[in-house]
């Protein structure tokens, strides 16, 4: 059972719901004080002592029959209820049937439903291991079902119906043993479902250190549709679940921080050269953030999830401050305060532009100008600068000077490009110039690239 729950734990945070090594501890004080022999208590401990926030109820609610169900219904033997002669009769039909339909008619009239492995395989064969979230299980069940022979069993059972007349069976004893098929044709299908919704469930989190999957993920910013943009959204919050995870599980270890020789040596001067104590260099590892978000048109997907990300994740950073710009720099931090992270980025377009801005108006360089008047004073030795934009300046000054004093007076500059590289210095671009004045540019031209660079830019990389 402890093997279960830790294979749950991780199923749970797969989903990006936020669980502690210290929740999964109390969860297993909590089975051994309470016993598993309830189920309802059962679920209730380790529904208590897992989730922390009422959004996080309906994955728990979706993952827990997966992998403390029973494996769905159990089915009915179809000969308990038949006399001795009828059951050689349905015997006899069923032989006379024999095809690629064998293995489904007589799951259904014995009650003998595949194994599990049996289950796994036809799984696999439907495209469970391809599957990367619990949304894409109904479309895996139905295929393996159709694998099965669901498509045509209907055909199937009017012909041993046929037969079953043919050779004498009551009307009476045949709806009986009809009841009983039809009553296992549901089991087997709540079976194929929680064997798909548990493989989709043990593969995502047993998927590599990623923390992305699926086609959608890589798919360009500039190539989404509205029906796409509206999928990924849900996918944000099981990313943000997994970056959370992930930095206080750094945090945690950074607490102590990196063996430091210089100190280690200067401190043990005092016996003889010999060191005794050993002195650790402090990791902070929750950054101060300066954002500047290009407010383009062509931009406003990238901001959208960028500021999403970010706002979800303030526990994870020591301060924020945030600017918008596009023909200038506006600061919005107020704005996003006032809203919900996944409205920031509309929020900011609608104030910032009423919701219209004019094309081809971009100046980042006279952007800098501006927040170097007005707010220079938000950049100090401890803050991490972090631009998000495409470096296309309209042919404006791109002002490289202020970059590189930004360099020097920020512990670093971090840069967010929607463009390949190789699309820098094209036309009105200024990148080929900017990536020489900030300390790492990441391309984030689709949302598995800014996760990773969300992830890095939290781990101080």
Known sequence: MDNRVIEFVRGMRAAGVRVSLAESMDAMRAIEALGIQDKTIFKSSLRATLIKESQDFAAFDQLFP???GSGGPLMQNALDDLSPDEQDMLKAALQAMSGKMQNLMDWL???????KEELEALANQAGAQWANNPGEARWVTRRMLQQMGMGHLENQIQ?????LKEMGMSQE???????VVEANREALAEQAAQQVGLQIAQERANRPDELHGSDLMHKPFSALNEEETAVLRKEVQRLIGQLRTRAAMRRKRG???KFDAKSTIRANQKYGGVPLELRFKKNKLKP???LMCDMSRSMFHVTEFMLTFIYQLQDQVSKTRSFAFYSDMQEV???LNANRAEDAAQAVFDTFYGGSPSHYATDFGGSLDTFYHKWLSAVNGRSTVVILGDGRNNYNSPRIDLIKDLQKRARRIIWFCPEQQRQWGTGDS???????????IYVVRNLAQLATAVDKLLAGD
């Open 173 to 179: 004893a045949i709806e009986k043993l009809m009841g």
């Open 159 to 163: 012909e041993l119906m046929q037969k």
């Open 255 to 257: 607490t102590r921080g």
């Open 430 to 440: 200024d990148m080929l110039e900017y990536a020489s004045a900030v300390d790492s």
């Open 66 to 68: 997966l992998y403390f």
């Open 333 to 335: 931090s107020h704005i």
């Open 288 to 290: 101060s953030l300066v």
């Open 109 to 115: 009239t014995s009650g003998e439903g595949p194994t």
